[in-house]
């Protein structure tokens, strides 16, 4: 269930030498080809009967403070808790998918819950408005952390938050507190069998369980648990394998874990971050993980395939590492960061329509034309030019992939279409970029078809003009549905 990092199949050799990242934090992030990303929750979810048991607890309301005492929130100057439950006033509002090319999801009941679907089921965290993450920090007795909480926070805040609000346009206010103090396990590492792919098994007294239940006993005086909608865990970076070994990274989402705090607040949606990546973005494996606990599966293949990535450097969740890259217009859909009149709807049969989309980079205009094929899958173009959270889109065009609702985390649920299969790319400077699907848009003059859907790309209006996104540079694309299907 759990993605073996590609990794080190192809790069063993490259691995030794990039083995431990520099501890300082602004030292130069080491950079090659392996390959690594990051693990989804997976396992022990709790058992189905508890499950079903407990009532889905509401999100808290902004009547409480995000602690019980002055202690933490004096180590919180830095981002205070919220004191109310209203939105940012910049955040525009969020919609969230709805019509006939909303997906539905095919995995009902499942536990942990991550799909395509377009909506999310409950007992994830809403991905818009204000979201609050506690966020705290591990070490162990035989592995102390070297550096102080506030340099490995650093490492992470305030550029996951950026990053959120940037590709929402805004509409996802995420506010971290942290608890600045190293909180130190009672017993060694190795003791709490911890590797890729454990568990959070209340019923074992190793694993994740173990760590959680000794943070809760450690912060749950300070903390108020019903004033957050996720947490984070960022243990210490020395402890465990680099991440381009192996990722132990990890976020069990979607339902209580089986631990309860002393508020009474059964915890969820919880992310364990380890080591650290490589290349100058190295946060967003944060961001990924959150956006577990917001519902998004695991784009790349884990069934260690030579090439597991089909989606490359187009979305975070097929890979975190190296440049930024922005989320796929579907997923911007799926977590409510755009207005229903950013995303066409192309369902009718025998249609011919033509759309103007403008780049994921740009905040306005339209972002997705989707063309359902069937109940649980559809085609979703897109435009992508460079742009701050997309330095590598270095062909401006149109990407079109497929989404498939039916199709597990770690199985492909989406596939790009590569417009230029033969080609190794445009952005091969950089090792940390799978290069190949780099090209992958269609640019225009060129058309893609498939399931009887004929989509030809007329226009790029900024053509010669300008390098950089804005709401007016669009690309015009023509869609042909079939006659039925
Ligand atoms: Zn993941």
């Known amino acids: 269930m759990r993605q073996i990092p590609s990794a080190l199949l192809a790069t063993t050799a490259l691995a030794a030498t990039l083995a431990v990242p520099a501890l300082n934090p602004t030292a130069p992030r080491p950079t090659g080809t392996a390959r690594h990303g990051d693990s989804r929750p997976a396992t022990s979810p709790p058992p189905d009967t508890r499950e079903r048991t407990d009532a889905p607890a509401p999100h808290p309301t902004g009547s409480k403070t995000g602690t019980k005492t002055g202690t933490t929130a004096r180590e919180t100057s830095s981002a205070p808790p919220p004191r109310s439950p ?12 709805s019509g006939p090319c909303a997906l539905p999801g095919a995995f009902p009941g499942t536990l942990t819950g991550v799909s395509e679907a377009a909506a999310t089921p409950r007992g994830f965290t809403r991905a818009n408005g204000r979201v609050r993450a506690l966020t705290v920090l591990v070490d162990f007795p035989d592995v102390r952390a070297g550096i102080s909480p506030r340099a490995r926070y650093g490492e992470f805040f ?19 507190t942290p608890v600045l103090k190293w909180i130190r396990m009672s017993r060694p590492l190795a003791s709490y069998d911890i590797g890729r792919g454990t568990s959070f098994n209340p019923a074992s007294k190793n694993g994740y369980y173990a760590v959680a239940k000794e943070i809760v006993r450690a912060v749950d005086r300070d903390v108020d648990f019903r004033a957050f909608d996720l947490v984070n865990v960022l243990v210490t970076p020395n402890a465990g394998p680099p991440a381009t070994k192996n990722v132990w990274s990890v976020t069990f989402s979607g339902g209580p874990l089986g631990l309860r705090t002393g508020d009474g607040t059964q915890l969820r949606n919880v992310s364990f971050i380890w080591s650290r990546q490589t290349g100058p973005s190295a946060y967003r494996v944060l961001n990924h993980e959150n956006a577990h606990s917001f519902g998004l599966p695991d784009l790349y293949f884990t069934d260690g395939r030579a090439d597991p990535h089909p989606v490359g450097h187009w979305d975070p969740m097929d890979v975190d590492w190296g440049p930024e890259n922005d989320f796929l217009g579907w997923h911007k859909w799926k977590l409510g960061w755009l207005a229903p009149d950013q995303v066409d709807c192309v369902s009718r049969p025998g249609s011919v329509t033509t759309h103007r989309l403008t780049p994921a980079a740009a905040p306005g205009g339209t972002k997705i034309a989707v063309i359902p094929v069937s109940r649980y899958r559809a085609y979703v173009v897109e435009a ?34 590569d417009a230029t ?32 859907i004929t989509l030809s790309v007329l226009e790029d209006s900024s053509s010669g003009i300008s390098n950089t996104s804005n709401a007016s540079d669009t690309f015009r694309v023509r869609i042909t549905t079939p006659k039925r299907r």
Do not use: E
Not at 86 to 97: D, G, Q
Not at 159 to 173: C, E, I, K, M, T
Not at 423 to 452: E, H, I, M, W
């Open 421 to 452: 299969p033969k080609s190794a790319g445009c952005y091969r400077k950089d090792p940390n970029v799978r290069a190949g699907l780099t090209d992958a848009t269609y640019r225009p003059g060129q058309t893609f078809r498939a399931a009887g």
């Open 86 to 97: 209203t939105r940012s006033p910049r955040a525009p509002s969020a919609a969230l998918p």
């Open 384 to 417: 992508r030019r460079t742009g701050p959270l997309d330095p590598t889109a270095c062909r401006p065009g149109v990407l079109v992939y497929r989404v498939s609702t039916d199709t597990p985390s770690g199985r492909g649920p989406v596939r790009v279409a």
């Open 158 to 176: 305030p550029a996951v938050p950026r990053f959120f609000r940037q590709s929402s346009y805004g509409r996802l206010d995420y506010r971290s």
